[in-house]
């Protein structure tokens, strides 16, 4: 109680944002749509799965997952600041985001070789582990 009397009030909101019922549907619905991309594209024959352009449907929608987690990501760094790194599960999570974006980015970016595509269905996967965090709370 004594780090809720030291936050701001954008701080509080931003704590209660992440902690909502709506957001943690969000994150369900999300890690739910990802998975089902990760289980459709590992479906899909070799040359497909090899192809990520950026017009490639799944690769869109995997965007806009990754944009929804990247910003619960900022909100929950900015509302528990320096306290995130000891928090386990926060910090997994925020590891699990980071070399999301990395590994999507260089996707995008057409440098990818086979093992960072492959990387990228492993980083969905986990990103499926965040439900972990919703189910704690």
Same mark, same amino acid.
């Given at each position: 109680? +004594? !780090?809720?009397?030291?936050?701001?009030?954008?701080? +509080?909101?931003?704590?209660?944002?992440?902690? #909502?019922?709506?957001?943690?549907?969000?994150?369900?619905?999300?890690?739910?749509?990802?998975?089902?991309?990760?289980?459709?594209?590992? =479906?899909?024959?070799?040359?497909?799965?090899?192809?990520?352009?950026?017009? #490639?449907?799944?690769?869109?929608?995997?965007?806009?997952?990754?944009? @929804?987690?990247?910003?619960? =990501?900022?909100?929950? @760094?900015?509302?528990?600041?320096?306290?995130?790194? +000891?928090?386990?599960?926060?910090?997994?999570?925020?590891?699990?985001? @980071?070399?999301?974006?990395?590994?999507?980015?260089?996707?995008?970016?057409?440098?990818?070789?086979?093992? !960072?595509?492959?990387?990228?269905?492993? =980083?969905?996967?986990?990103?499926?582990?965040?439900?972990?965090? @919703?189910?704690?709370?």
């Amino acid at each position: 109680k +004594k !780090h809720l009397q030291s936050m701001g009030a954008a701080q +509080k909101t931003a704590l209660d944002w992440g902690s #909502n019922f709506m957001t943690e549907l969000l994150i369900i619905a999300c890690a739910l749509l990802d998975i089902s991309c990760a289980i459709f594209e590992f =479906t899909q024959p070799i040359p497909d799965r090899i192809s990520r352009e950026v017009d #490639n449907p799944i690769t869109i929608v995997t965007g806009c997952i990754l944009y @929804v987690y990247v910003f619960e =990501t900022c909100v929950r @760094v900015f509302a528990f600041r320096l306290r995130i790194f +000891k928090l386990p599960l926060e910090l997994l999570d925020l590891a699990i985001i @980071v070399v999301s974006v990395i590994v999507y980015a260089l996707v995008l970016l057409g440098g990818a070789t086979q093992d !960072h595509k492959n990387v990228v269905t492993f =980083t969905r996967c986990m990103r499926f582990v965040r439900l972990i965090k @919703v189910g704690k709370r």
